[in-house]
């Protein structure tokens, strides 16, 4: 599936401060024997991420209703050219907010 076609939605709280979004970083989620290292990497890790623009920017598009596709096109019309290539800028993005479980994307289920 293309990462165009999804629709990217924010897996965790978030709170707006000095016009940036600072996302919250949620407890990690019971996974049986992992419980004990999935606690250590979260007591070491950052519990809140303050976005930069462009991140706070995709953050708040990132409603259910709209398509990476259309994230993408909105960056390009807000930001220009800082931005290009925008498909790939806001790929790098999903994939670090993947990884730290902070966006989801209903359209790969339980795979997700």
Known sequence: ??????TPVAAA???EKDGRVV?????PVTRGLRKPLDWLIYLLAVRRLR???VGSFC???MDGR???GDIAEALRT???DSVEPAEERLGQFFRSMRREE???FPELGREN
Do not use: C, K, S
Request: aromatic fraction near 6%.
């Open 1 to 6: 599936m293309n990462l165009l076609d999804l």
């Open 13 to 15: 709280e978030a709170e």
């Open 23 to 27: 996302v919250i970083r949620p407890e």
């Open 51 to 53: 976005l930069d623009e």
């Open 59 to 61: 953050w708040r598009h």
């Open 66 to 68: 709209r398509t990476a």
């Open 78 to 80: 807000e930001f220009g």
């Open 102 to 104: 902070l966006v989801a």
